[in-house]
């Protein structure tokens, strides 16, 4: 399995930015992929997530209503559409994957992109 995540960058708070993971080897029926974000001095943390047999989504209550995770199956591309981006959500932005359901716990997921950085000023 190979993730490689691309669209970082840096904007200005309330701007926004679209982060997409394409994705290669995954058996997508039963299973989950997510976003994930890890500020500088702080521990890596779920940001969203989608089962990817149902399309249920998953989200941190801070970027509720913000951020919104989705996936085409025939690019296999996972998306991130960012909006209203806030100085606190700036930090590596990783895409990740397991087989299972879907959770926020780092240590679940076998599958890691090398990340891409999103900062907000």
């Known amino acids: 399995v190979q993730l490689v995540e691309s669209g970082g960058g840096s904007v200005q708070a309330g701007g926004s930015l679209n982060l997409s993971c394409v994705f290669t080897?995954?058996?997508?029926?039963?299973?989950?992929m997510g976003w994930f974000r890890q500020a500088p001095q702080h521990e890596r943390e779920g940001v969203a997530t989608?089962?990817?047999?149902?399309?249920?989504?998953y989200y941190v209550d801070s970027v509720k209503d913000r951020f919104t995770i989705s996936q085409d199956d025939a690019k296999k591309t996972l998306y991130l559409q960012m909006t209203n981006l806030r100085p606190e959500d700036t930090g590596v932005y990783y895409c990740?994957?397991?087989?299972?359901?879907?959770?926020?716990?780092?240590?679940?997921?076998?599958?890691w992109g090398r990340g891409t950085q999103v900062t907000v000023s």
């Open positions: 080897g995954l058996t997508e029926n039963w299973s989950c």
């Open positions: 990740a994957a397991r087989y299972g359901g879907c959770n926020f716990r780092t240590s679940d997921y076998n599958y």
């Open positions: 989608i089962f990817t047999g149902t399309g249920a989504t």
